[in-house]
């Protein structure tokens, strides 16, 4: 039996598969709890510089498993208190969401985690947190309006409607839409171009980007100024 995520390693990009393609890839615990278990590696391993995440098949992911709600604890896959956002958050790598298909919901909040997303023409966003009445767990209320904008996010997910992957790549929430037999050469393209930069310094320009984004243009710019100023003088800055 095939194992519910995939992982394998080119030099020092890792790429993680959602792969329960018979289910589109749904999210029950199973699957969280082996994804928790590769974000660990990506984590730890010194040698992984990118995280990328894609799908088996012809899904990203239909998002949780509806018929493992009564079962599964979704939110805390492993017991250990580990929240997804904060996980993917902890790794302080890039992740790229190579979207090779429907993302639905919670495969929504997992690709707005992410630093940014490739997606092939076949890419639909979905939030169907509305239609179904479940509060998001994963950031979809936060994350999707600092992508596309507050009202434009209200109307996604107040009404459940589909983004196709021209409308996400109009609205800035995909970089880039690329042909299907071209999205993982693609992207694995971006990844060692990523990994091309200095090591050490990469995670610090990250949080830099992500630190400043949440605060207002005149705090981002002290921010930037603050740690320019430690680097000058000698400092790590932010990491």
Same mark, same amino acid.
């Given at each position: 039996?095939? +194992?519910?995520?995939?992982?394998? +390693? ?78 993917? +958050? ?150």
């Amino acid at each position: 039996m095939e +194992k519910p995520v995939l992982f394998r +390693k080119e030099d020092s990009v890792a790429i993680l598969t959602l792969n329960r393609p018979e289910k589109r890839n749904a999210l029950n615990q199973d699957l969280l709890t082996h994804l928790y278990g590769h974000l660990d590696v990506v984590k730890s391993d010194d040698s992984i510089r990118v995280a990328v995440i894609t799908g088996a098949g012809s899904s990203f992911s239909a998002g949780l498993d509806l018929n493992c709600l009564a079962t599964d604890n979704m939110m805390d896959p492993r017991g250990d208190g580990v929240y997804l956002t904060d996980f993917m +958050k902890s790794c302080n790598k890039p992740f790229i969401g190579a979207i090779n298909g429907p993302a639905i919901t919670g495969a929504f909040e997992i690709a707005l985690n992410c630093d940014f997303l490739i997606a092939a023409p076949s890419a639909v966003f979905r939030d169907t947190h509305a239609l179904l009445g479940i509060y998001p767990g994963w950031g979809m209320s936060q994350l999707l309006s600092r992508a596309v904008g507050i009202r434009m996010a209200r109307q996604i997910s107040l009404t459940g409607m589909d983004i196709t992957a021209q409308q996400a790549l109009n609205l800035g929430l995909v970089n880039e839409i690329v042909e299907p037999d071209q999205l993982m050469p693609r992207v694995m393209e971006i990844a060692r171009d990523i990994c091309k930069t200095k090591a050490d310094f990469l995670p610090g320009y990250r949080k830099l980007i992500n630190d400043g984004h949440n605060l207002s243009a005149g705090q981002a710019l002290d921010l930037e100024k603050k740690v320019f100023t430690r680097f000058l003088n000698g400092s790590a800055a932010l990491i």
